[in-house]
């Protein structure tokens, strides 16, 4: 099977660095996926990673490992409007099956003022 | 260019009943995938659709179920419904299968009682 481990919550304050990190288990691995979901919003995606090393989009970077199944990412210049949970994802293949997208439980970020 | 819409956005059925729900992906998108989320479980897989043909199954029981029409729109049905069954279904919707970032709609808030 496959399993993926992310914090529940992280907490911050505005203008600080946060990273949230997400740790998987899995096989037939593809690459990782960062999506970010506002309260009673849909999900929207932030990143993906599918060799190892650093992925960076603007205030938002993103950082694989595949060796040690390992991510992260990596949130600068918080702003307000950041505050949102934010998923891992692994994209992989299972036997008899394409390519799937399985979800983290998510981390709720907090950015206080 | 429109984003993926869901109807209904909201529903509340009984126990017992069946319901339909659908989705129009982004124009030009072939693949179409579904998603279960809960407070309790995150987000799941249901199923993904590509050419009009289901590709993958995540790990539902049969009274899941779903299709894709010609023109990429989608629908997903879920017969004999449990308290259980209450949640967020997301549509995502990509250009290929392939592909790794998808576009999530807004969902459709199901309620049974």
């Known amino acids: 099977g496959q399993s993926l481990e992310q914090p529940s919550e992280v907490t911050a304050v505005e203008g600080a660095i946060v990273q949230i990190n997400c740790t998987y288990q899995?096989?037939?691995?593809?690459?990782l996926s960062w999506y970010q979901q506002h309260d009673g919003g849909a999900p929207t995606f932030l990143s993906y990673?599918?060799?190892?090393g650093l992925e960076e989009t603007g205030r938002f970077s993103s950082f694989l490992s595949r060796s040690d199944s390992y991510g992260y990412l990596l949130l600068q210049e918080l702003q307000m409007k950041d505050s949102a949970s934010y998923f891992c994802a692994v994209r992989a293949v299972y036997s008899g099956s394409a390519r799937q997208l399985t979800f983290g439980s998510g981390t709720q970020l907090t950015v206080l003022p | 260019k429109a984003g993926v819409t869901q109807t209904p956005r909201y529903l509340i059925k009984t126990r017992g009943q069946q319901v339909t729900l659908s989705c129009s992906p982004i124009?030009?998108?072939?693949?179409v995938s579904w998603y279960q989320q809960t407070p309790g479980q995150g987000l799941q897989f249901l199923f993904e659709y590509f050419s009009e043909t289901q590709r993958n199954k995540g790990n539902f029981p049969g009274r899941f179920s779903g299709r894709q029409f010609s023109n990429s729109r989608s629908e997903m049905n879920v017969s004999t419904l449990e308290l259980g069954d209450s949640a967020l279904y997301l549509c995502?919707?990509?250009?290929?299968?392939?592909?790794?970032?998808?576009?999530f709609g807004p969902g459709t808030r199901l309620t049974v009682t």
């Open positions: 995502a919707s990509k250009p290929g299968q392939t592909s790794y970032e998808q576009y």
């Open positions: 990673n599918a060799l190892d």
């Open positions: 124009s030009g998108h072939r693949s």
């Open positions: 899995t096989s037939g691995f593809y690459g």
